[in-house]
């Protein structure tokens, strides 16, 4: 083994010691010979990232400047490409003694994402607004600019969170991340101060903790890891409208209520009366004409039925007329006639991938599925233009399809008064790709001849000045909203990413931030072969990625009720399809190759990935809680051994084959005898597209 250490850039003779000691895998052929062999043996080098400082309780979540690699590995490598067979990650402090470990109850890494590029052709871009829908500002994408046959750029996030140190992180023999002409690391980490600076004996002891800390006394680990909201960054609710039909249980309770309400669902300009009439639905409605707004404080009232066909009007960025009848949509788009324009609809953000509509430069429509952050995919054609007009630098097209949609891709627009959260944007030319300017907007579908009720929906906001939006996906996808969990809402929402943004302190207003500040890296040894095109030597391991809590991106584990068993327990539905954000032309599925699940560690009992269409198992996950004060084996943090497939003869079960198509399932397992917020249970997972 060969060692290439960064900034020293010389090469020395390296033991065959894995960095962060033996791992293990969840998955072992128990019929093969052999056992699987988690020792790293292939060449090296080691990248530290620019350095962290925290005080007590302070959140480090942010974008770092890019780290180049020794000059050995890009000198190397230009022009050719590097098999990454593996990596290992620590946190270290950085002495002239060497690097000392950082006790992951000091410095808990809630999670990162990093990157190996090649500046050549690919480079990391921040995009022009910021969308919270996770909670933080998913502000950086990669563009990259490469034809090559080969990647350019790699994502690394398998076991990214508390168990980073101790899960394995390589991958079977002749598959490999691979990258060509590598020059640059960059990583956003997540990580959260945790180091008690008035206790100096060994072990964990709790700091001070804010009132919303679910942390029970005398823990294993700080209930700051959790991001409890802070009297610091206080929460703000704006008030919500949907249409409904006058029998809701939480109707619009008094006439300025009513009248807020009906500017909130895009209702302007109208008289604003209030009456108590029976001839008029209790309550707040609108009338058919859309000229009314009437707040009716009777007893009783006329019924609110839906009329045989709804419209509405939306004005953007793009603007757009809608009218649904007969099981018909007629849509009406205008937007600059020079550059593409598009709308997605029933998404406050593309990490909702929603379906959308876009018109390039040349009028022509396309549908498509959006993926985070990132194209998606198109699909089949559902809509008819009708016509098509240029007039003062304007383009208007007129489309209709059916009410329903095509696929289960295509969305199905209501047919009675409905409000339509919306995204929109428009492009820099007239070709589809990164869009200059980006806007969220919402279409109220009302009655065209009938009076539309309103009521409260669900209420948005601020925490910290911040904009607060979360998806929890409908069954059968995801069962947080089943379930009524209090991540999906802002009233209830106590914890997790929206109170845990970059410098933030976890502690209350009243409470006094220790001044010492501790300084460490991230550090990762990145494991190496040559790739050998003509054979070709390795398979490149694409990455696949799905979330139990499907799209809300964490959840809250409630605390158990007096004599129920403490095992809260969530489920979600997808298809590897949903998993990626492209699928290949002619591609039939993928042959997953490795799989890692992710959640923290005070609470994690399991996650199993199932295929639903079978029954069979395909990996199960069970953390592996530490039991001491030493590094690597602090008692509560977790390692999670991942599932790899591969070859019988180095101790591994035979690669899995899914269709696109093939139905999963997936179930998180979590001890809830005490709460836990900002709870994940994702899927990171790595396979092959198969043609």
């Not at 199993?608 to 199960?620: F, I, K, P, Q, V």
Request: hydrophobic content about 35%.
């Amino acid at each position: 083994m060969k060692q290439f250490a960064l900034l020293a850039a010389t090469t020395a003779a390296a033991s065959a010691a894995n960095m962060n000691g033996e791992y293990i895998i969840g998955n072992p052929n128990k019929l093969s010979k052999n056992k699987y062999s988690t020792e790293y043996t292939d060449e090296y080098f080691t990248v530290y990232s620019p350095p962290i400082r925290t005080r007590y309780s302070q959140v480090f979540w942010t974008m770092m400047d890019p780290v180049p690699l020794p000059d050995e590995i890009v000198n190397r490598f230009d022009g050719k490409v590097m098999a990454m067979t593996g990596y290992e990650v620590d946190q270290v402090f950085r002495t002239p003694q060497g690097d000392k470990s950082v006790p992951i109850y000091w410095a808990y890494n809630h999670h990162y994402c990093a990157w190996l590029l090649s500046n050549k052709t690919a480079r990391m871009e921040k995009l022009p607004e910021t969308d919270y829908s996770y909670g933080h500002p998913l502000d950086w994408h990669v563009v990259d600019d490469s034809q090559s046959e080969y990647p350019t750029n790699q994502v690394i996030s398998e076991g990214n969170g508390g168990e980073f140190r101790k899960s394995y992180h390589g991958y079977p023999r002749k598959f490999a991340q691979l990258l060509q002409s590598p020059t640059t690391f960059h990583i956003t980490p997540m990580q959260i101060d945790t180091h008690n600076r008035f206790y100096n004996g060994t072990g964990f002891k709790a700091g001070i903790l804010p009132k919303e800390s679910e942390a029970p006394p005398n823990a294993s680990y700080s209930g700051l890891l959790e991001c409890p909201c802070t009297t610091r960054n206080k929460k703000v609710i704006t008030p919500n409208y949907n249409m409904c039909d006058g029998g809701s249980s939480h109707p619009v309770v008094n006439a300025e209520q009513c009248f807020a309400a009906g500017t909130g669902v895009g209702v302007f300009g109208a008289k604003n009366v209030s009456t108590s009439d029976t001839t008029v639905p209790v309550g707040c409605s609108i009338s058919a004409d859309k000229k009314t707004v009437t707040y009716n404080n009777a007893t009783h009232g006329a019924s609110c039925s839906a009329s045989g066909a709804v419209s509405g009007v939306m004005s953007a960025l793009v603007k757009m007329s809608a009218t649904v009848s007969g099981g018909m949509v007629n849509l009406t788009l205008t937007g600059p006639s020079d550059k593409w324009f598009g709308v997605g609809f029933n998404a406050r953000a593309m990490s909702d991938t929603p379906y959308a509509i876009i018109v390039n430069g040349t009028g022509d429509v396309m549908e498509r599925r959006l993926a985070n952050h990132a194209p998606g995919t198109q699909l089949a054609s559902s809509v008819t233009i009708l016509s098509s007009s240029v007039s003062g630098g304007l383009r208007t097209v007129i489309l209709q399809r059916k009410a329903v949609g095509k696929t289960s891709e295509h969305f199905t627009f209501p047919q009675s008064a409905s409000t339509v959260n919306m995204i929109n944007a428009i492009g820099t030319t007239g070709t589809f790709e990164m869009h200059a300017e980006k806007g969220l907007a919402l279409l109220a579908l009302l009655n065209e001849e009938a009076t539309t009720c309103i009521c409260e929906g669900t209420p948005t906001g601020t925490i910290g000045g911040i904009g607060f939006s979360k998806h929890c996906a409908a069954e059968p996808v995801g069962d947080l909203l089943r379930q009524k969990n209090p991540t999906c809402f802002l009233d209830t929402y106590a914890g997790g990413l929206h109170c845990c943004h970059h410098e933030w302190f976890l502690l209350d207003a009243n409470q006094n931030v220790p001044e010492p500040v501790d300084e460490y890296h991230l550090k990762f040894r990145f494991y190496f072969q040559d790739f050998e095109p003509e054979t070709p030597s390795h398979t490149n391991l694409e990455r696949f990625y799905f979330q139990t809590e499907a799209y809300a991106g964490e959840y809250d584990v409630p605390k158990c009720k007096e004599n129920e068993e403490c095992v809260h327990s969530i489920t979600a539905h997808f298809t590897p399809k949903m998993m990626t954000g492209n699928v290949a032309k002619n591609s039939t599925g993928m042959q997953l190759m490795y799989a890692g699940g992710h959640c923290h560690a005070p609470s994690c009992i399991s996650m199993e990935l199932y295929n639903a269409d079978t029954g069979d198992l395909l990996c199960r996950q069970a953390p592996v809680f530490g039991d001491g004060d030493e590094i690597f084996n602090e008692k509560g943090y977790i390692a999670i051994p991942p599932c790899l497939w591969g070859s019988e003869e180095d101790g591994l079960e035979p690669p899995v084959f899914l269709p696109w198509n093939a139905n999963l399932t997936s179930i998180k397992k979590n001890n809830n005898t005490n709460g836990h917020y900002g709870e994940m249970a994702s899927w990171q997972t790595r396979g092959v597209t198969v043609y």
